[in-house]
């Protein structure tokens, strides 16, 4: 790779302004006098989106194999399979000459409402994180680059070019970050994508803090900043604010711009420098990577059809699943015909093939009869003779198998979705058939949750199905029969109503902002603290057999916060079928400074067990996973203090509880001031030492004047309420006891907190 400094120096003011702007819809600039080459980038995440001229951004893309979409992705719960989806997208991207695909996407799905939430991974940052990190160190351990996208609080599509989506810091650290952090931290991808929208008032792209003292310089980003498509407004302010290389282009406005601001001293020379330094380093590791070449389809689209069978969640079951002798199956919906396996927008891929359900299903079902009809039409008209031809056909079988697919244009980039449920005629047609037909299993195609609670009921079965990629009717089919005995678990809640959802007051704002009013109590945080019914909770997903968990043991039950413990659980397989089990550890803490969710998942392994295996597991628990982000402070901090370990089947089913207790070896500043309450004063242990001698002074004087009668002629603890008012202002209640203004005494008293961190730190004489 030749060095980038010595480049640099090279290259003229105008290479390096053009190096930073796109030369294409997909390319960057080539430097041909020093043999700096393009680079490619084409669209993902789930499949690559290869427009072949470079001009042209929506055109039909070249044949990929159309994996299932990150929802489908994430219920698998299975971090190798998702490595090995990053390798297969690699190889795809090698023959098509593509050095970069744009994804993943690491958003956090604030509510299921989001238009792209079929591109995103969860509701969990935790599990979004493993998923985010696994697919980049998938793709990249073949020399081909990603983009983590779309950084960050990129949530909703209603005017998703300008909205500014405003949180406090906490919120922002805790749930709209740590997916990001770890798939940067753990896998380095080439590049990070910014996103549209503005984050508390400043555009993504243009935002330093965001951009070079989160991402660059807290994270360790070593890639290049590209911006979403079109999101830079002031290209001087992007580059200032961290952002390498504007996208799409050619756009030689901004190149001039960036030469007339460094002319004119607008610019420093040397933040420039830095970006080319960032583009130069990942285009030439590019360059070390050979292209070409050809990928095997087939070996693809059976990945494919892994991915979606381990994906697909099992929500209901009465014990008819999986299908066996059935003679006669009746087989209904428009989804049985035409797949529904992807969503719309910028992912949108054009498939190698596409495994058609009812074919694939006629395949596994050997001498059963099938008989198939339609039931609803594409969209959202209403046809009853449609339910009557599907009650008919129902009611003449012995199961009736219901593919139920939202209208292809529901779940799309650039627009939100209006409600979370099914077409009336979809409706109809459930109740009607269910009616006909108790042995009905129903079979679900959409990317993000649906509400139920009108035809719940009815199915014996029901199974979620996602966009499932390509290879999804085989699937479907898989596990329809048992081939595939079901093991995803859902990665986002389904709630009852859309008017439970935690941000149903706060979405999608209006006015240029939304304002994200719930806070860190996003997903099952939310359900949790409320204890807020749902129809299906975070992690859950049943199995054609069953696992019973024993014998919970740490390694230690009091530890320190950086040595971190191990949790270990035996599984077993107590039923009939081989199986997978996702096990799940979330952490409570039982008692902190500020309020936190009643739990948190920071854990979990996927195993695979025959009828009658036991194997352990053991889940590693670090500083992080006690921690939470404290606003004061402005650091993560652990406290002491007991904290339970619920290792669980979802986060609604907890079958074992390990108490253990924390010891922080964190020395944080003291943040005591002239306003500090008492119970602050207390609380912060160097605060504590040097107010007890004066608190024993004036104890008495205190008694006297505010515990008097204990308060019985105002009616309350007076005592009490004094722990949360300033000393200050205490002080002005005894002022007349006291021998020195009541600010000369909280002064005085800093200084012995200031002198007391100096003696502790040896400083004393210093
Ligand atoms: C999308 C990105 C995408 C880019 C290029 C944008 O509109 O938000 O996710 O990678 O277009 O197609």
């Known amino acids: 790779m030749p060095n980038s400094k010595d480049l640099l120096k090279k290259m003229t003011l105008e ?68 490595h090995a989806l990053g390798q297969s997208l690699a190889e795809e991207c090698l023959a098509q000459k593509v050095n970069v695909i744009l994804g993943p996407g690491a958003n956090m799905k604030r509510t299921p409402l989001g238009g792209r939430n079929f591109e995103y991974y969860s509701e969990d940052p935790y599990l979004a994180g493993q998923m985010a990190a696994s697919f980049i160190t998938g793709v990249q351990s073949k020399g081909v680059g990603t983009s983590l996208k779309h950084f960050a609080a990129n949530n909703q599509e209603f005017q998703r070019l300008t ?42 792209s243009e935002n330093y803090k965001l951009l070079v003292d989160i991402l660059k310089n807290e994270w360790g980003f070593e ?29 030689d406005q901004r190149v001039k711009e960036v030469v007339n601001a460094v002319r004119a001293g607008a610019l420093d020379e ?38 979606a069978a381990e994906g697909m969640v099992l929500l209901k079951n009465n014990g008819i699943l999986p299908l066996k002798d059935q003679q006669h199956l009746a087989v209904i919906g428009h989804a049985a015909e035409e797949a529904h396996f992807q969503g719309g927008g910028s992912s949108h891929v054009n498939p190698t093939r596409v495994d058609n359900p009812f074919v694939e299903l006629k395949k596994i079902a050997g001498d059963s009869e ?43 980039e650039g627009y939100d979705r209006p409600d979370l449920d099914l077409t009336p005629q979809q409706v109809a047609l459930i109740k009607a058939v269910c009616a006909a037909q108790p042995k009905t299993v129903v079979i679900l195609n959409n990317g993000s949750p649906l509400v139920m609670g009108e035809w719940i009921e009815g199915p014996a079965a029901i199974l979620e199905a996602w966009m499932m990629g390509q290879a999804g009717g085989g699937a479907i089919a898989d596990v329809l029969y048992g081939k595939v005995n ?44 409320k204890q807020v019914a749902v129809q299906f909770p975070f992690g859950y997903g049943m199995s054609y057999t069953t696992f019973a968990y024993s014998n919970p043991r740490v390694s230690a039950s009091s530890f320190k916060d950086v040595d971190g413990l191990t949790i270990s659980v035996d599984v077993t397989n107590t039923g009939k079928l081989p199986g997978k089990e996702v096990v799940q550890v979330y952490v409570h803490d039982q008692k902190a400074g500020l309020v936190r969710p009643p739990k948190e998942l920071k854990g979990f392994a996927k195993l695979a067990l025959q009828p009658g295996e036991t194997r352990t597991v053991t889940l590693a628990l670090d500083f992080r996973a ?11 901090i652990t406290e002491n203090g007991e904290f339970d370990l619920l290792v669980g089947a979802s986060s609604a089913d907890i079958r074992c509880v390990q108490t253990v207790t924390l010891q922080s070896t964190l020395e944080l500043p003291c943040l005591l001031d002239r306003e500090s309450t008492l119970r602050e004063w207390l609380a912060d242990p160097r605060g504590k030492r040097a107010f007890e001698p004066f608190f024993q002074q004036m104890g008495p004087q205190m008694q006297a004047t505010f515990g008097g009668d204990e308060g019985e002629g105002v009616g309350m603890d007076v005592m009490d309420s004094l722990m949360d008012m300033p000393v200050l202002g205490i002080l ?3 002022d007349k006891s006291i021998p020195m203004s009541p600010e000369e005494m909280v002064d005085d008293l800093l200084r012995q907190v200031k002198k007391n961190i100096r003696a502790e730190a040896g400083l004393q004489n210093s």
């Open 15 to 82: 290479e390096k302004a053009a190096l930073c702007t796109g030369a294409s819809s997909w390319t960057t600039t080539p430097v041909e006098r020093l043999g700096v080459p393009e680079l490619s980038v084409s669209d993902g995440p789930h499949g690559l989106r290869h427009v072949l001229d470079a001009n042209d951004l929506i055109a039909k893309s070249v044949p990929a194999t159309c994996f299932p979409t990150a929802s489908c992705m994430a219920s698998t719960w299975d971090v190798e399979l998702i």
């Open 270 to 307: 040397s933040i420039l420098d830095e970006s080319v330094r960032r583009i130069l380093n990942i285009v030439f590791k590019a360059a070390d990577t050979k292209t070409g070449g050809s990928f095997d389809a087939a070996s693809h689209h059976a990945l494919a059809r892994r991915i």
């Open 486 to 529: 079901p093991c995803g678990r859902l990665a986002e809640t389904y709630p009852l109503r859309l008017v439970d959802t935690p941000a149903h007051i706060n979405f999608p704002g209006g006015n240029g902002q939304v304002r994200y009013g719930e806070g860190i109590f996003i997903g099952y945080r939310y359900y949790d603290a």
């Open 223 to 251: 890639g290049f900043v590209v911006s979403d498509w079109g999101a830079v407004h002031d290209r001087v302010a992007s580059l200032k604010g961290g952002l390498d290389l504007e996208m799409p282009g050619p756009k």
């Open 163 to 204: 909205i500014s989506s405003e949180m406090d810091e906490r919120t922002l650290r805790e749930i709209y970050l740590p997916a990001f952090e770890t798939a940067v931290k753990q896998a380095q991808p080439w590049t990070v994508m910014c996103a549209y929208n503005k984050l508390n008032g400043t555009y993504c």
């Open 626 to 636: 006690f921690a939470y982000y404290h606003p004061s402070y402005q650091q993560w």
């Open 370 to 412: 099938l008989t198939f009809t339609a039931g609803y039409q594409a969209g959202t008209a209403f046809d009853q003779p449609l339910i009557e031809a599907a009650v008919n056909n129902a009611r003449s079988a012995d199961v009736a198998l219901l593919y139920i697919a939202l209208p292809d244009s529901m779940e799309s």
């Open 732 to 734: 002005h209640f005894l």
